[in-house]
T-cell receptor, first 111, second 113 residues
Framework: DTGVSQDPRHKITKRGQNVTFRCDPI?????LYWYRQTLGQGPEFLTY????????KSRLLSDRFSAERPKGSFSTLEIQRTEQGDSAMYLC?????????FGPGTRLTVL | KQEVTQIPAALSVPEGENLVLNCSFT??????LQWFRQDPGKGLTSLLL???SQREQTSGRLNASLDKSSGRSTLYIAASQPGDSATYLC????????????WGAGTKLIIKP
């Protein structure tokens, strides 16, 4: 399968714990995006990478959130000291041109 | 600030009907507009992308139109099938951003057999 992959697909954690998600983009896609989606809403932009450089960050990305793309390939999104309000679907997308291709998402539940 | 609205929030129609989903945006300074499909608990599948200079795009039974001056796009689905049941979202890319998409909340479509 050559699509965008995300791991894990589901994560249940207790409030205050740290979690890390991984996204593997389509091979040779130099652009990578993270979005967050809550139930019944459209996705909200979190951050964008071009190769290994993080070029844009939303104000939604508080200091508890950090994203990396160390070698310009896969990316990680870490949430520290999780809160119940962090419960959402975290979506990753990649592109090389105008169209973004999305992964299946990681559903986070914070108890 | 760009805002994207989709009406209706939900729609249920019998199989075989033609239908139209609506998307409106407040700022006409867009680079392009995309329509996506999302199945329950799943990621997003891109259906059609319309550049700001284009009026419409077609793919199979789907046709998307764009009227940038009035801030509207429609997704037309011909001869609907139960497999078309999903949530349909539209998203606009701002001209002043590095590919950031601004999304509507989606229209949940149910096609009854």
């Amino acid at each position: 399968d050559t699509g965008v992959s995300q791991d894990p697909r589901h994560k249940i954690t207790k409030r205050g714990q740290n979690v890390t998600f991984r996204c593997d983009p389509i091979s040779e896609h130099n652009r990578l995006y993270w979005y967050r989606q809550t139930l019944g809403q459209g996705p909200e932009f979190l951050t964008y990478f071009q190769n290994e450089a993080q070029l844009e960050k939303s104000r939604l990305l508080s200091d508890r959130f950090s994203a990396e793309r160390p070698k310009g390939s896969f990316s990680t999104l870490e949430i520290q000291r999780t809160e119940q309000g962090d419960s959402a679907m975290y979506l990753c997308a990649s592109s090389v041109g105008r169209e973004q291709f999305f992964g299946p998402g990681t559903r986070l539940t914070v108890l | 600030k760009q805002e994207v609205t989709q009406i209706p929030a939900a729609l249920s129609v019998p199989e075989g009907e033609n239908l139209v989903l609506n998307c409106s945006f407040t700022d006409s300074a867009i680079y392009n507009l995309q329509w996506f499909r999302q199945d329950p608990g799943k990621g997003l599948t891109s259906l059609l992308l319309i550049q700001s200079s284009q009026r419409e795009q077609t793919s199979g039974r789907l046709n998307a139109s764009l009227d940038k001056s009035s801030g509207r796009s429609t997704l037309y689905i011909a001869a609907s099938q139960p497999g078309d049941s999903a949530t349909y979202l539209c998203a606009v890319r701002r001209v002043d951003s590095n590919y950031q998409l601004i999304w509507g909340a989606g229209t949940k479509l149910i096609i009854k057999p």
